[in-house]
Every structure is written in structure tokens, then in C-alpha cells.
């Protein structure tokens, strides 16, 4: 937490835009995490949210769209060329749907 928040300081005071990003992954992989680690997880997640109001986070680690599709994913945790191709796709649409991110 200590090193993520140093990482957010850094682009605030250099007039970046941090967005917080939660990568797909297999469901596969998802069913492994316990309770109690998804909700450390979380509440690590909603503590920096609200020691920097505006910031963005996007989760898409249990997005069906992704999660449910192995044909996206080289392993667990990783997308392969056509998964990458896609998510990029989503996360463009979604940052420039937020006012983030304009692009043609």
C-alpha cells in the first residue's frame, strides 16, 4: 500500500490521472482466493479510494465477458493476444465513457 500510494502521489503531482485497473482473470483462478482475502483485497482497494477522492477504479477480474472465456487467456492470470485485443478495446471504451480518456 505504501509503494501504491507513493505511485499515485507521484502522478498527482505531476498532473497525471492514475486509474486504478484489476485485470481480468479465469474463473478458474478467481475460485482459488478466499473470503477473507477478496475482502482484504477490497477494503485495501476502498481505503485508497477514499484517501484520494477521484480516483478511478476499474475491476474487471470476475467480468463474465473475460472470466468465463478461456479462449482469452494464455493462463490464468494472462491474456492472450486476441483477449489483450479485446480488453484493451473495453478499457478504452470505459476511460473515454468516464471523461479519462478521449481517442478516434
Known sequence: MYYLKKIIDYCYN????PVLV???MT???LSL?????????YQNCNDVLIDYQGL???DYS???KFSGNLNYF?????????GANIFSKQLFTDL???GILSYR
Open 74 to 82: 494464455k493462463d490464468a492470470d494472462h491474456l492472450n493476444t486476441d
Open 33 to 41: 482466493f478466499s473470503k477473507e482475502f477478496k475482502a482484504d483485497f
Open 22 to 24: 484489476t485485470l481480468p
Open 96 to 98: 473515454g465513457n468516464i
Open 56 to 58: 478511478v477504479y476499474l
Open 27 to 29: 474463473e478458474e483462478l
Open 14 to 17: 505531476e498532473g497525471y490521472k
Open 62 to 64: 470476475s467480468q463474465e
